[in-house]
């Protein structure tokens, strides 16, 4: 999952309900888990190059080997961790192809204790063009306090994160330590997760929890951490044009019609009004970003060329965060260099439509499919065909839960952490919530705005992750002291 996010952090927040720390728990448990986290930390860092080593690929057009080696180094790490009931599980999917290898980690939780799940999965993005890359993709390189490397931030760096501040916190705790921890790392997040809610529903007890933390995110900024409270949602699918029955010649019949792939680009151009805002009717937009970011800062993190005018109304965080974005992310047309003299017959596009929280999935692609229907230029055939979708998320900030986390951060960092929306999509993340309804859900991550997930040169802020191992157990620690009611 790609996040956006790169401001200025707001006034500190402290964990009402939970109450601050005692000066015995910063001084003794704290302070003692820093220095296991310290003491151990060129190893984990190390045990991070190797897993990025390896090239863990979940697409169908992919070899598999390498993600099965990739399911079984980790299951290696968990059981070096002291975990011992550890499984590489799988479910199928529709086709009856088997989905990508999970592994599943389990310590009981003791009389009395809650359990806590820690989520994060070891698949990757492919690399793209080798051309783009300033080092290999899959040979992990440290630069400027940064490891580059496909899979370094998204989402080995997740993995690593929750092994190592478990490790920490068993260390430290001793057998104080009694939070029952379940380790549950997938092996298909980057192919869209399809088999995640027949795993789920397989693994229902397996994997059952009080609290989840699914490290997949980003931080506010280098420095500032922040957890996640909000995710969009997400629907896409295929928006054809026909006009005639087959190509004929275009100075023969060129004039009285329009070919394809401009009656097409006049039908994409109505789907959003002269300001750049979304225009199909029917979907949820609001503006309610409690923080926000100046324009300089995202035409920072997002690359737009000088002279660019952004799109959209309000606040910047709400057109990233709580407003619906839409794009054409393929256009099927012939390629420039084999164009012929011809009026072609039809034209393909596909759309992907973030969702603001709140947003139903089905109600808005029905709202595309009227619109494109209704807005057909010059009477062409318009053919819409649905594709997936996925719900967006709205945490519940008032948790015991997410109360502790927002301090566990703060402590780590040593500033306050933000709460902050993502303009991405993690969608399994309602599936969890279906699946169990009681559960807090903790979004956290270890990214910033230049760790460039899913692209060339992919890095991570090696501080911050050695910060974001810290403030997972501090929160290990603190839950496993004072429970998570």
Same mark, same amino acid.
């Given at each position: 999952?790609?996040?956006?996010?790169?401001?200025?952090?707001?006034?500190?927040?402290?964990?009402?309900?939970?109450?601050?720390?005692?000066?015995?728990?910063?001084?003794?448990?704290?302070?003692?888990?820093?220095?296991?986290?310290?003491?151990?930390?060129?190893?984990?860092?190390?045990?991070?190059?190797?897993?990025?080593?390896?090239?863990?690929?979940?697409?169908?057009?992919?070899?598999?080997?390498?993600?099965?080696?990739?399911?079984?180094?980790?299951?290696?790490?968990?059981?070096?961790?002291?975990?011992?009931?550890?499984?590489? +599980?799988?479910? #199928?999917?529709?086709?009856?192809? $088997? @989905?990508? *290898? %999970?592994?599943?980690?389990?310590? /009981?939780? &003791? =009389?009395?204790?809650?359990?806590?799940? +820690?989520?994060? #999965?070891?698949?990757?993005?492919? $690399? @793209?063009? *080798? %051309?783009?890359?300033?080092?290999? /993709?899959? &040979? =992990?390189?440290?630069?400027?306090?940064? +490891?580059?490397?496909?899979?370094?931030?998204?989402?080995?760096?997740?993995?690593?994160?929750?092994?190592?501040?478990?490790? &920490? =916190?068993?260390?430290?705790?001793?057998?104080?330590?009694?939070?029952?921890?379940?380790?549950?790392?997938?092996?298909?997040?980057?192919?869209?997760?399809?088999?995640?809610?027949?795993?789920?529903?397989?693994?229902?007890?397996?994997?059952?929890?009080?609290?989840?933390?699914?490290?997949?995110?980003?931080?506010?900024?280098?420095?500032?951490?922040?957890?996640?409270?909000?995710?969009?949602?997400?629907?896409?699918?295929?928006?054809?044009?026909?006009?005639?029955?087959?190509?004929?010649?275009?100075?023969?019949?060129?004039?009285?019609?329009?070919?394809?792939?401009?009656?097409?680009?006049?039908?994409?151009?109505?789907?959003?009004?002269?300001?750049?805002?979304?225009?199909?009717?029917?979907?949820?937009?609001?503006?309610?970003?409690?923080?926000?970011?100046?324009?300089?800062?995202?035409?920072?993190?997002?690359?737009?060329?000088?002279?660019?005018?952004?799109?959209?109304?309000?606040?910047?965080?709400?057109?990233?965060?709580?407003?619906?974005?839409?794009?054409?992310?393929?256009?099927?047309?012939?390629?420039?260099?084999?164009?012929?003299?011809?009026?072609?017959?039809?034209?393909?596009?596909?759309?992907?439509?973030?969702?603001?929280?709140?947003?139903?999935?089905?109600?808005?692609?029905?709202?595309?499919?009227?619109?494109?229907?209704?807005?057909?230029?010059?009477?062409?055939?318009?053919?819409?065909?649905?594709?997936?979708?996925?719900?967006?998320?709205?945490?519940?900030?008032?948790?015991?839960?997410?109360?502790?986390?927002?301090?566990?951060?703060?402590?780590?960092?040593?500033?306050?952490?933000?709460?902050?929306?993502?303009?991405?999509?993690?969608?399994?993340?309602?599936?969890?919530?279906?699946?169990?309804?009681?559960?807090?859900?903790?979004?956290?991550?270890?990214?910033?705005?230049?760790?460039?997930?899913?692209?060339?040169?992919?890095?991570?802020?090696?501080?911050?992750?050695?910060?974001?191992?810290?403030?997972?157990?501090?929160?290990?620690?603190?839950?496993?002291?004072?429970?998570?009611?």
């Amino acid at each position: 999952m790609t996040p956006n996010s790169a401001h200025t952090p707001p006034d500190a927040r402290t964990p009402d309900a939970v109450g601050t720390p005692g000066q015995s728990f910063l001084s003794i448990e704290g302070a003692g888990l820093r220095e296991a986290v310290a003491r151990s930390f060129d190893a984990t860092l190390s045990r991070l190059k190797d897993l990025v080593a390896i090239p863990g690929i979940a697409w169908p057009s992919f070899d598999p080997a390498p993600l099965d080696a990739s399911a079984t180094a980790v299951a290696g790490l968990l059981r070096a961790a002291g975990l011992d009931d550890v499984q590489i +599980l799988r479910s #199928h999917k529709a086709d009856g192809l $088997p @989905g990508g *290898p %999970a592994v599943v980690a389990r310590r /009981p939780a &003791a =009389a009395g204790k809650e359990t806590i799940l +820690l989520y994060a #999965h070891h698949d990757v993005q492919p $690399p @793209g063009d *080798p %051309a783009l890359w300033e080092s290999e /993709p899959f &040979a =992990a390189v440290e630069r400027n306090g940064r +490891l580059y490397g496909r899979g370094a931030a998204d989402d080995k760096a997740g993995i690593m994160a929750h092994v190592a501040a478990y490790t &920490a =916190a068993a260390e430290v705790l001793g057998e104080e330590f009694g939070l029952g921890v379940t380790f549950f790392i997938e092996g298909e997040e980057e192919a869209g997760s399809p088999t995640f809610r027949t795993f789920l529903e397989a693994h229902r007890e397996l994997l059952r929890a009080d609290v989840i933390v699914v490290a997949d995110s980003s931080n506010w900024k280098v420095g500032v951490p922040a957890l996640t409270t909000s995710l969009r949602g997400l629907v896409d699918g295929t928006i054809e044009v026909q006009v005639l029955d087959h190509a004929v010649h275009s100075g023969m019949f060129g004039g009285p019609v329009l070919d394809a792939p401009t009656l097409l680009s006049r039908l994409i151009a109505t789907l959003h009004d002269a300001d750049g805002n979304v225009a199909i009717e029917g979907l949820v937009s609001y503006d309610n970003a409690a923080v926000d970011l100046t324009e300089a800062e995202y035409r920072s993190d997002s690359s737009v060329l000088d002279g660019v005018r952004l799109a959209g109304t309000g606040s910047i965080a709400a057109r990233l965060w709580t407003k619906p974005a839409l794009s054409i992310i393929g256009f099927d047309a012939p390629a420039v260099e084999v164009a012929s003299n011809t009026l072609l017959p039809r034209a393909r596009a596909k759309f992907s439509l973030r969702l603001a929280p709140g947003q139903n999935p089905q109600e808005a692609m029905d709202a595309v499919q009227r619109h494109v229907e209704a807005n057909a230029p010059f009477g062409a055939r318009v053919v819409f065909t649905p594709g997936e979708s996925g719900n967006s998320f709205l945490a519940d900030t008032a948790s015991a839960a997410a109360k502790t986390a927002m301090w566990a951060l703060g402590e780590a960092w040593g500033v306050p952490a933000v709460e902050m929306g993502i303009g991405g999509s993690i969608p399994f993340i309602a599936d969890l919530v279906d699946v169990y309804p009681d559960v807090q859900i903790l979004v956290t991550g270890v990214e910033d705005p230049d760790s460039r997930a899913h692209s060339a040169n992919e890095s991570l802020h090696i501080g911050d992750f050695k910060n974001a191992v810290v403030a997972e157990a501090l929160l290990l620690a603190r839950l496993n002291a004072d429970g998570i009611a």
